[in-house]
């Protein structure tokens, strides 16, 4: 079994990413590579984000420890799945992992180190939807008479968490950073400068936490913000990818109406902390 290492500086954080084409087989690989290449690009002192390989880059494998969330990756070959499980296995598992929008080749390996070391989990099961720069630099974005669109600002984590249904102790501080360091879309009302409307880019690269408030539903200003938001990630070349619960067939109706197109299936495995509450760093 060969034994993880943390990745050795942007340049092979660079290399492992370039490894991934962004075809729809590891369009999800390659963005989530990128965009926490961006984060730490960004953020000199960026802390308590953990990126591993192993010694042989040229196999892909990665695994990021983001407090407790967990992505991952592996070049496909007839020993993936037990190169990915192995090296899960060398993981802490018993403070609470949520392993984030993994593709569904993935699932087996993840699930299977979690059956072995007897934790309590809950799974999820979701659409990977995807839009190219070039289909979302069409779209026209007017906002209504009476509101307008800017990046949310970092005051306004703490409305997106109030609001959210997935909360969880340090959710403030993951929407803080996301809002300051990648793109976000707010709708704000003129008169007062309510936020109404919202979603962000999550540390995987996909759009996350959209949310209407329930006293504005119903107006088009879910649409309206995925528009803006979509716009804003084609700008820099880049496809646009977002989630929806297999259960959600609204949401699902709303994202093809747009253009988004089904690329993969992903699913959630969610640990819980064998005690207490996972522990979350000091200050945060």
Known sequence: MSKLQQ???LQQLEQLRNLYSRDSKYLKEFYCLDNYLDLHRKDARLKNVTVYTLPNLELGLFVIVDRYMLSMGCLESEWSEE????SLDQLAWF?????????QRYFMAAYEVVLAKKLRFKSLMAN???LSPEKALQFEVNPP???YLKSLGIK????IVDHWKWSVPGSLFFF???IAFNISVGLYEEESNELVAWCIRAPDGLLAALQVKDSHKRRGFGVLVVKEFSRRVALQGQDVMAEVDQDNKASAALFRKMGFELFDQSNWLITEPESGDFQWPDGE
């Not at 306004?156 to 409305?159: H, I, K, L, P, Y």
Request: aromatic share 4%.
């Open 156 to 159: 306004d984590a703490q409305v």
């Open 128 to 130: 990977s939807l995807v």
């Open 176 to 178: 803080q950073r996301q």
């Open 7 to 9: 990745v050795a500086g």
């Open 83 to 86: 190169l990915l499980r192995d």
């Open 95 to 103: 403070g609470g992992i949520q392993c984030t929008s993994m593709p």
């Open 145 to 147: 008479v009476g509101f």
